[in-house]
């Protein structure tokens, strides 16, 4: 990225110029057919698989954050990313509201608990960005907290690939009308139902403040050092290959 396209902050860090990432960005792909999905998932796990272990035997901490809409695909994605990888070199932490002892600390103390060992990826379903988006939207944090939180997230996130850690965070965008369909399908699904909820429906009625949430997010977070890769999720084979190669490059 051209340095007339970064923006220089009073903190030890440096943020991409805003607009440089956004929503919808970019071309919607063709549907992938099942053989031609089948043969490039398996071929990008196996590559994977090995990155992870070269991983581990060198000792390296890697995070991968995951964020988008409600049914955007996340977890298909996750579970596809993390098929073949040896358990003992990953954890997946899905992120959901503060409970028990967590609302008495600072909102990032949770995910400090939860940050890598030493040659492992931590792979985080949702994230600390619930305090700019979800948080924000619904009004669980202030004004003030949520905007301070952009610095705050920086500076967490910096120091830690200071110390080493490869980062990347990963947002899958979808339209509106895929996240109906989606949501319409998981209410006559048996075994799917359980993933919607009337949370769901009530953030989709804030689409547009979610947007600008989002964009914002982008625009005050998307760094050198852990930058946001939007991906489109409209079709979820091609999401999943997306992902499995962004991850490729992030251990290679």
């Given amino acids: 990225m051209a340095a007339k396209n970064r923006v220089e902050h009073a903190y030890p860090f440096e943020v991409y110029a805003p607009g440089t990432l956004a929503l919808g960005g970019g071309k919607t792909p063709r549907n992938i057919d099942e053989e031609t999905y089948e043969q490039q998932v398996g071929e990008l796990q196996r590559r994977v698989y090995g990155l992870q272990i070269q991983n581990f035997l060198e000792e390296r901490q890697a995070i991968v954050v995951f964020e988008g809409w409600d049914a955007a695909g996340k977890g298909g994605a996750i579970k596809r990313l993390t098929a073949l990888m040896d358990p003992r070199g990953y954890k997946v932490w899905p992120i959901a509201a503060p409970r028990d002892a967590e609302p008495r600390h600072h909102y990032l103390w949770r995910f400090w608990q939860r940050l890598p060992e030493k040659g492992e990826l931590a792979i985080f379903d949702r994230s600390w960005y619930g305090r700019v988006l979800v948080e924000r939207v619904e009004g669980f944090a202030s004004k003030h907290e949520w905007k301070r939180a952009y610095d705050e997230i920086n500076a967490f996130e910096r120091m830690l690939t200071d110390d080493g850690v ?43 403040q979610y947007a600008r949430a989002m964009q914002e997010m982008f625009d005050r977070t998307h760094r050198p050092d852990a930058p946001w890769k939007v991906i489109p999720g409209d079709d979820k084979r091609f999401a999943r290959l997306e992902v499995l190669r962004a991850v490729i490059a992030l251990l290679e």
Wanted: aromatic residues 12%.
């Fill in 166 to 208: 490869r980062m990347l965070k990963i947002f899958i965008d979808i339209d509106r009308k895929t996240q109906l369909q989606r949501f319409e399908r998981r209410e006559t699904d048996k075994l799917r139902h359980y993933k919607l909820s009337a949370e769901d429906w009530r953030n989709r009625k804030r689409w547009k």
